[in-house]
């Protein structure tokens, strides 16, 4: 199970944090991530770290966003500075078995959903 918390309302240049706790399975064993949906808009993913502590940052999201991961606590983090309008969505944390130190920004490789959380950026 994944739960999601920290979503919420802020200005543009603004910042949120959105923590995910896992339970349930191996956390350490997987790779782990943020997807996000905008209104009208497919799924895409924002970032992501593997199992081995490898990256990827959709484009749209370098040099402001960071994701980490505490495999003693079962929990992953998103910052997200800067905040852009086009960040707004719905967040969802996920969780896939990949290979070792492997990533996938494919929706369907992450089998493990949270609930998804608001992120809403808007002057």
């Known amino acids: 199970e994944l739960v999601e918390s920290g979503g919420g309302s802020v200005q543009p240049g603004g910042s949120l944090r959105l923590s995910c706790r896992a339970s349930?399975?191996?956390?350490?064993?997987?790779?782990i991530g943020w997807f996000r949906q905008a209104p009208g808009k497919e799924r895409e993913a924002v970032s992501l770290i593997s199992s081995d502590g490898g990256i990827d940052h959709d484009d749209s999201v370098k040099g402001r966003f960071i994701i980490f991961r505490d495999n003693a606590k079962n929990t992953a983090t998103l910052e997200m500075n800067n905040l852009k309008v086009e960040d707004t969505g719905v967040y969802y944390c996920?969780?896939?078995?990949?290979?070792?130190?492997?990533?996938?920004?494919?929706?369907?490789?992450?089998?493990?959903w949270g609930q998804g959380t608001q992120v809403t950026v808007s002057s």
């Open positions: 996920v969780a896939g078995i990949l290979p070792y130190g492997s990533l996938s920004i494919r929706a369907d490789s992450y089998d493990s």
């Open positions: 349930g399975f191996a956390f350490d064993k997987y790779a």
